[in-house]
């Protein structure tokens, strides 16, 4: 079963600040984002473990909320290079495949 | 530099007739993947290969092969196309577990008609 993402789409100003959040109903190991600029793959952000700390990358963050299954991405004074789809991927103890969300688009305007 | 190359980027077949899609990696991983991707769906996973002849189905294997002969090569074979599988296919490579990056190729747009 895929985990789902919120919102499905967002558009933001530069600057403004973004969250897009990924929700599973088991019990998992890692949760992976990617972000996917339209027409090209898609590129690895960060991962996070279960028991791991919160990760960080430029002003682009994440968290893991191991007791709701969830995790949360978070963009802050967002940059018009940060505009495409955003996927987490999930995985379970042992798993050695993922199970990606339907995606968040997110547009940044000047 | 790391690299997954896809033998197309774009392909129009016919309904009933055999495709091959072609995925190579030279970063000597174990895990290699084929990945549907449509609008509003996200990433489905079709089969993934942890083992050179090993593999595994995802969550929609209906209507499709793979085979790994080789361990830098992955092969997703539709038997008979149909215009259900029109789509983006994306292929993935890893190192072995869960807790590791996947790579991506550039993909593959298929229409069939």
């Known amino acids: 079963q895929q985990p789902v993402q919120s919102p499905q789409a967002v558009i933001l100003r530069e600057g403004e600040d973004a969250v897009i959040n990924c929700s599973s109903s088991k019990a998992l190991y890692s949760v992976h984002w990617y972000r996917q600029k339209h027409g090209e793959a898609p590129v690895f952000l960060m991962i996070l473990l279960k028991g791991g700390e919160q990760k960080g990358h430029e002003k682009i963050s994440a968290s893991f909320n191991e007791k709701k299954q969830q995790s949360s991405l978070y963009l802050t004074a967002s940059q018009l290079s940060y505009s495409g789809t955003y996927f987490c991927?999930?995985?379970?103890?042992?798993?050695?495949?993922?199970?990606f969300g339907q995606g968040t688009r997110l547009t940044i305007n000047p | 530099d790391v690299k997954v190359t896809q033998s197309s980027r774009y392909l129009v077949k016919r309904t009933g007739e055999k495709v091959f899609l072609e995925c190579v990696q030279d970063m000597d991983h174990e895990n290699m993947f084929w990945y549907r991707q449509d609008p509003g769906l996200g990433l489905r996973l079709i089969y993934f290969s942890y083992d050179v002849k090993m593999k595994e189905k995802g969550d929609i294997p209906e209507g499709y092969s793979v085979s790994r002969e080789k361990k830098e090569r992955f092969s997703l074979i539709l038997e008979s196309a149909s215009t259900n599988q029109t789509s983006m296919y994306l292929c993935?490579?890893?190192f072995g577990q869960g807790r590791n990056e996947q790579y991506f190729g550039p993909g593959t747009r298929l229409t069939v008609t």
């Open positions: 993935a490579s890893n």
């Open positions: 991927g999930t995985a379970i103890q042992g798993a050695q495949k993922l199970v």
